[in-house]
């Protein structure tokens, strides 16, 4: 089993730059087919985010993050990080990093392993 740890969460105004982390001990992220990131605001359903392929050869974004987040990989590190830009109220949630064995599972929810998440609040 994997363990995720998640790190970069905070304070931000709108239109800044925030970029979290997500490290993994225990199996290392090779192992497993992709990586990714979900979030859940305050009321509402966690949503998926984006995700990552093991090489990084494969990304895939929701729509509402798509040329503002990005999910670079460093898997020397066993760190999977979350690019965001040009962030917006809207943004505001707990995110969390997460492991599963394809887009397609990652995509729908279907995760192996969830990280303990970090806080992101973006003020206007």
């Known amino acids: 089993q994997v363990q995720l740890v998640e790190s970069g969460g905070g304070l931000v105004q709108a239109g800044g730059s925030l970029r979290l982390s997500c490290a993994a001990s225990?199996?290392?992220?090779?192992?497993?087919?992709?990586t990714g990131w979900f979030r859940q605001a305050a009321g509402k359903d966690r949503e998926f985010v984006a995700v990552?392929?093991?090489?990084?050869?494969?990304?895939q974004y929701a729509d509402s993050v798509k040329g503002r987040f990005t999910i670079p990989r460093d898997n020397s590190k066993n760190t999977v990080y979350l690019q965001m830009n040009s962030l917006k109220p809207e943004d505001t949630a707990v995110y969390y990093c997460?492991?599963?064995?394809?887009?397609?599972?990652?995509?729908?929810?279907?995760?192996?392993?969830w990280g303990q998440g970090t806080q992101v609040t973006v003020s206007s």
């Open positions: 997460a492991v599963s064995g394809s887009v397609a599972a990652m995509t729908s929810g279907s995760v192996i392993s």
């Open positions: 990552t392929s093991w090489n990084g050869g494969i990304t």
């Open positions: 225990g199996r290392t992220f090779s192992v497993f087919y992709v």
